[in-house]
């Protein structure tokens, strides 16, 4: 599925800057050409490689003695780096494939012999650079960085996205929803014909196509999958992304949170057919096992057995609490998260063993579709 959405030249302007734009938390040092944050919270390494590639980043290992002044001075003492030797017992690697094994140049590692003992398998850092191997299920703090270079800024919705990408196309005659939509492909050098009525409905609500029908001939095209990036709903007012990787409540949660979102809150009905319309079209190229029908969302009863609130904290009946027959049910006294069937109905549902389908949602700050477009 489709969407296009209406960008003035001044907003196409925009997406290319001068200034490296990313991830508010985040600090860019202009000397690495980067981004880092410290994660003081300690995780396991595995989680750390996790939670970095979530936040669109990746686990640090140092590639300079002065990246490594920088990232110690932000740490202290022992700290997960990117580096293991989980594919072969004694063949260390950085999480790129450079073996680190015997290096010693801007890192080194502890004299004496290597710590062979289970699960010693990757690489911890103290604050004299010196590099150990280590137990990866133990909790340490660490660093995730992002090259400046590679990040693509979506200034729509104010947020990084990795799959945010764009190409851009002039219109063919002034489109309106009556009439089929030709578009230039400019590296394709020929015109396209797109049916594009019922996603810009969907994607862009009455306001956005409006505006969309009645700009003059050769405007520009903002071009991206509905499911791949986060996109401007002027109807309610918030951003979306519709992800296509099922993963359980709280994976989701956390899926969304690191993108510096949340579970789409549902506040009406509107909003409610916006998205289970949305999700029934991507599910569409959706493969794998996951439980279909259901959508993870932002509510839930973890503080009190019935008593529903959003992730804002909002008590469910001043939203959107149309509850599917029988629910809910709280089966087994495991269901404490929220979801929507595609039914538009809500469900409670179990936030740790099954995999669903699930929206983020980014709020617009008080912008609407004319300030952004």
Same mark, same amino acid.
């Given at each position: 599925m489709v969407i296009f959405v209406v960008l003035a030249?001044?907003?196409?302007?925009?997406?290319?800057? =001068?200034?490296?734009q990313f991830r508010k938390d985040y600090k860019y040092v202009v000397e690495h050409n980067a981004f880092y944050k410290a994660h003081l919270f300690p995780r396991s390494w595995y989680d750390a490689l996790k939670y970095c590639d979530m936040e669109g980043?990746?686990? *640090? &290992?140092?590639?300079?003695?002065?990246e490594v002044s920088l990232i110690t001075e932000m740490m202290g003492d022992h700290f997960w780096v990117a580096a293991h030797d989980l594919l072969g017992r004694g063949a260390f690697l950085d999480v790129?494939?450079?073996?680190?094994?015997?290096?010693?140049?801007?890192?080194?590692?502890?004299?004496?012999?290597?710590?062979?003992?289970?699960?010693?398998? #990757? *690489?911890?850092?103290?604050? &004299?650079?010196?590099?150990?191997?280590?137990?990866?299920?133990?909790?340490?703090?660490?660093? #995730?960085?992002?090259? =400046?270079?590679?990040?693509? &800024?979506?200034? =729509? #919705?104010?947020?990084?996205?990795?799959?945010?990408?764009f190409n851009l196309f002039a219109a063919a005659e002034t489109p309106s929803p009556s009439n089929d939509l030709f578009l230039l492909d400019r590296e394709a050098s020929k015109f396209v014909e797109v049916r594009a009525v019922a996603p810009?409905?969907?994607?862009?609500?009455?306001?956005?196509?409006?505006?969309?029908?009645?700009?003059?001939?050769?405007? =520009?095209?903002?071009?991206?999958?509905?499911?791949?990036a986060y996109f401007v709903n002027n109807d309610h007012k918030s951003c979306y992304k519709f992800h296509t990787t099922p993963k359980t409540w709280t994976d989701a949660?956390?899926?969304?949170?690191?993108?510096?979102? &949340?579970?789409?809150?549902?506040?009406?009905?509107e909003e409610a057919d916006f998205i289970t319309k949305g999700v029934k079209a991507v599910a569409e190229d959706v493969r794998?096992?996951?439980?279909?029908d259901f959508i993870a969302v932002g509510y839930h009863d973890k503080f009190e057995e019935g008593n529903y609130i959003t992730l804002k904290g909002q008590k469910l009946d001043t939203v959107y609490n149309?509850?599917?027959?029988?629910?809910?049910?709280?089966?087994?006294?495991?269901?404490?998260?929220g979801t929507i069937k595609t039914n538009g109905l809500l469900n409670d549902f179990n936030c740790d063993t099954q995999r669903i389908l699930f929206v983020c949602e980014r709020d617009l700050a008080g912008k609407d579709w004319n300030e952004i477009y």
């Open positions: 030249a001044a907003s196409i302007a925009s997406l290319s800057t =001068a200034v490296p980043s990746t686990l *640090v &290992y140092p590639a300079s003695a002065e790129k494939g450079n073996d680190i094994s015997t290096q010693c140049e801007h890192t080194c590692w502890n004299t004496g012999t290597l710590d062979h003992s289970m699960g010693a398998d #990757c *690489v911890k850092m103290n604050t &004299y650079g010196t590099i150990y191997n280590f137990d990866c299920k133990t909790s340490l703090p660490f660093v #995730c960085k992002k090259l =400046a270079q590679n990040i693509t &800024y979506n200034d =729509a #919705c104010d947020t990084w996205d990795e799959d945010f990408n810009l409905t969907a994607a862009l609500g009455t306001n956005g196509l409006a505006f969309f029908a009645n700009h003059a001939a050769f405007i =520009a095209i903002y071009y991206f999958k509905f499911i791949s949660f956390l899926t969304c949170h690191a993108e510096q979102s &949340y579970l789409a809150i549902i506040d009406d009905k794998g096992d996951y439980v279909k149309e509850w599917d027959k029988g629910e809910p049910n709280n089966m087994y006294g495991q269901e404490d998260c």
